[in-house]
């Protein structure tokens, strides 16, 4: 999870698809977007349609997820933001992501 928070402060789609399973689900404002390829796109364009800085402030286990909950700061609307991240491993990649306020 450490991974996915560097590669997103780099705005890097490419590294942070990577992170996740080729079936893998992340589920952020309402839409859901499965496999790498619908996962490199939607982080392709939140980096490019905002710029915004992400501080992990928090860690817990909930229902078999890891949440970190993180302070979003930037220019799209409702910033400044606190976001639960809900991660699912499977091995040392990412299987689920669910982002939420």
Do not use: C
């Amino acid at each position: 999870m450490e991974a996915y928070f560097k590669a997103d402060k780099k705005g890097n789609a490419q590294a942070l698809s990577e992170l996740f399973t080729p079936d893998a689900v992340v589920v952020d404002e309402g839409n859901t977007y499965t496999g790498r390829d619908a996962i490199w796109q939607w982080m392709a364009n939140a980096s490019t349609k905002y710029t915004y800085s992400v501080e992990p402030s928090a860690r817990a286990v909930e229902g078999g997820r890891t949440v970190i909950t993180s302070h979003l700061v930037g220019n799209f609307p409702g910033s400044p933001v606190d976001l639960r991240y809900f991660f699912v491993l499977k091995g040392n990649q990412i299987a689920e992501l669910e982002i939420v306020p």
